[in-house]
């Protein structure tokens, strides 16, 4: 990937965060471990819409406010070795994170662990995708409160990991993100 190019996204993100700091760091995992970006794309799509509708006691997706007066996000996917527990497959998937801002438009939200068990019982439970599993060892949906000396630049990171793979310049979901400038 062109080095300009990173260095211009990274802005993007960083001016947005710069307006709404984010609030939240969410890691989601996907029960079919997609390894096809337009896959993964595509899950976070439908989460997205029903989350947002959700929220907002909307009934279509067309109805969905403005990032500036709506709860926004912007999104990553990073891929990761994944090992089958049963059959011991190895290959690579994408799981998905997301940096949760501008909060101060829905005020259900209260904390990591009720914003969790909201994503992941009652959003989730209309996203066949989204892993519904959940242990001490494996979340399929894991909130933290952001915090910017670990999340600022986590994301990007992925970058300079996969850069010699196919689509390993493809981590940030430009389609999914909200972006205000």
Known sequence: MNENYLNRLKQLVHDTWS????EYFISMLWT??????????????????ILLCDLYNLNKCSAIPDVTNRV??????????????????????????IH?????TFLKILTPDHLQQYLQYEVGRRI??????????YKGVDVKVWNSDRHLNY???????????QD???????????FVC
Do not use: C
């Open 100 to 104: 949760l801002f501008n909060l101060n």
């Open 155 to 165: 994301n990007f990171k992925d970058y300079h990991t996969y850069k010699y793979t």
């Open 128 to 137: 066949k995708k989204l892993s519904k599993e959940s242990s001490d060892d």
């Open 32 to 49: 079919d471990h997609p390894r096809r970006f337009e896959t993964v794309t595509g899950h976070t799509k439908h989460f997205k819409n």
């Open 72 to 97: 926004g996000m912007t999104v990553f996917h990073e891929k990761k070795l994944v090992i089958m527990p049963d059959t011991f497959k190895q290959f690579i998937a994408f799981h998905t994170h």
């Open 168 to 178: 390993g310049d493809l981590t940030l979901d430009v389609i999914n993100s909200d």
């Open 19 to 22: 307006q709404y700091k984010p």
